[in-house]
């Protein structure tokens, strides 16, 4: 076993131990929740290795990091989230590779996703990314809607050929009133995603928590984590 595998296998263990027994103080069951290793600034070769270890899900936030790496992994059975702020003229490339996009939030970006995904005769699912800090009508810091456009995004969703409504994901904020309160803004994403499903049931997924947070996530009731930094460690970005 190579020196990374053995560091990478014991960061994940690490984590799987986190999550573990969040779900127990939480009394949910650990197959509950799923976790997505953010694999930005690292190398296809690392990913290669954490498929070897187990993982099926990863996430990436920059298209020109990530499709490279898609294309080099190609031959694995993994599930590719695109979890970063995502302009228009990206859309074409993300769709080629990514399974789920975390990071919709805006009805432009929807028409978008919708024609590439026809386009390469691909079923695409969707996020909408919630910004706890944004004032109605208005997009996050980091990206995201604000609460009060939900609804209407998840309607274009629903009716946009080739694009499937998988639920919810919100980053905590940094600014606002949930700055520093993970907890009560995940609890905030819980609410909203309750109020979601009545009108969308499949929609259940919901993605919060960070190698921070990861167990308040768990506590509110995420379905899937995105940790990055807890599994690969500390590096400087490529390029």
């Keep these: 076993m190579t020196d990374r595998k053995v560091e990478l296998a014991a960061n994940l263990a690490q984590v799987e131990e986190r999550i573990a027994s969040s779900c127990a103080a939480a009394g949910r069951k650990r197959e509950e929740v799923t976790l997505i290793v953010v694999t930005k600034t690292y190398p296809a070769s690392d990913v290669r290795i954490l498929h070897e270890l187990g993982v099926r899900h990863v996430a990436e936030n920059r298209d020109q990091d990530?499709?490279?790496k898609a294309t080099a992994c190609a031959d694995l059975s993994l599930t590719w989230h695109f979890v970063g702020q995502l302009q228009t003229n990206k859309v074409r490339s993300v769709t080629s590779y990514a399974d789920i996009v975390q990071s919709v939030d805006r009805t432009k970006l929807v028409t978008a996703l919708s024609a590439a995904a026809v386009r390469g005769e691909r079923e695409l699912g969707c996020l909408i990314q919630v910004a706890l800090d944004a004032e109605s009508g208005e997009r996050g810091?980091?990206?995201g809607v604000a609460p009060d456009g939900v609804e209407e995004l998840a309607g274009a969703i629903g009716a946009?050929?080739?694009?499937?409504?998988?639920?919810?994901?919100?980053v905590a904020p940094l600014a606002g009133v949930y700055a520093g309160r993970q907890r009560a803004a995940f609890d905030r994403l819980m609410e909203?995603?309750?109020?979601?499903r009545a009108g969308h049931p499949a929609a259940n997924m919901v993605s919060a928590g960070m190698s921070g947070d990861l167990e308040d996530a768990v506590a509110a009731g995420a379905t899937h984590v995105r940790v990055g930094t807890a599994v690969l460690g500390v590096r400087p970005r490529l390029g």
């Design 66 to 68: 990530a499709a490279p």
């Design 141 to 143: 810091e980091r990206g």
């Design 160 to 170: 946009a050929p080739g694009l499937r409504l998988d639920g919810l994901m919100t």
């Design 192 to 196: 909203i995603s309750s109020r979601l």
